[in-house]
């Protein structure tokens, strides 16, 4: 079965410091990844999403994201956070050919120190 | 510019109580999903609408039913209330296709006594 993991329960960076939010995935076929972000008391919002090409994907509010097939994964990253990220972050995989199956991960909670 | 808009925002319930929740959208996509969020969990899948007419269980449908009522309204029943079903409810849509992204409405938040 198709799964992700999100090793990170909890992260804490300082403003102005890089960010790196790992996400590994199960599955057989050419996976179509995403990365979601849910502010307190908010749905999820698509910050950014990889289907095939370039590995090194741009996203939203300044994140991007690499997929590496040889290691299953597909990092976040960004390279100076700012306090308004503070958010939990939700890597997803769609599991089958129809999208119907979104597979999301257990997500990580990052906090921002001023 | 509405998105996905679900209804009510905050529930509290008795135990064997019942009612639904509702979603609508208005991008008019063809399929619609209902999820509950639990901490540690991520999000889980109950029910899915491929498109009008049709619904599929997802991961965790038991206690579950749905109402796909037309291309923009789908609803979650829950017959008989819980406790294990307090949890955060939320409902997205997509156009069909396997690299359409998600769009979330914002949640439910549902607790059973």
């Known amino acids: 079965a198709q799964s992700v993991t999100q090793p990170d329960i909890h992260i804490t960076v300082s403003e102005g410091a890089s960010l790196e939010l790992r996400c590994n995935y199960s599955?057989?076929?050419?996976?179509?990844l995403f990365w979601y972000v849910q502010s307190p008391g908010q749905g999820l919002q698509l910050l950014l999403k990889y289907f095939s090409g370039d590995t090194l994907v741009q996203g939203i509010k300044g994140f991007e994201a690499e997929f590496k097939r040889s290691q299953s994964s597909f990092n976040l990253r960004k390279p100076s956070v700012h306090w308004s990220d503070a958010a939990e972050y939700f890597c997803?995989?769609?599991?089958?050919?129809?999208?119907?199956?979104?597979?999301f991960g257990p997500g990580t909670r990052l906090s921002v120190l001023p | 510019n509405a998105g996905v808009t679900q209804t009510p925002k905050f529930q509290v319930l008795k135990t064997g109580q019942s009612m639904t929740l509702q979603c609508a959208q208005d991008m008019n996509h063809n399929s619609m999903y209902w999820y509950r969020q639990d901490p540690g969990m991520g999000l889980r899948l109950i029910y899915y609408?491929?498109?009008?007419?049709?619904?599929d269980k997802g991961e965790v449908p038991n206690g579950y039913n749905v109402s796909r009522l037309n291309k923009r309204e789908f609803s979650l029943r829950l017959e008989s209330a819980a406790p294990s079903q307090t949890s955060v409810y939320f409902c997205a849509s997509n156009r069909q296709g396997s690299n359409q992204p998600q769009h979330f409405g914002d949640g439910t938040r549902l607790s059973i006594l």
């Open positions: 997803a995989v769609v599991s089958d050919n129809y999208g119907q199956n979104f597979v």
């Open positions: 599955y057989g076929a050419t996976p179509y």
């Open positions: 609408s491929a498109s009008e007419g049709t619904t």
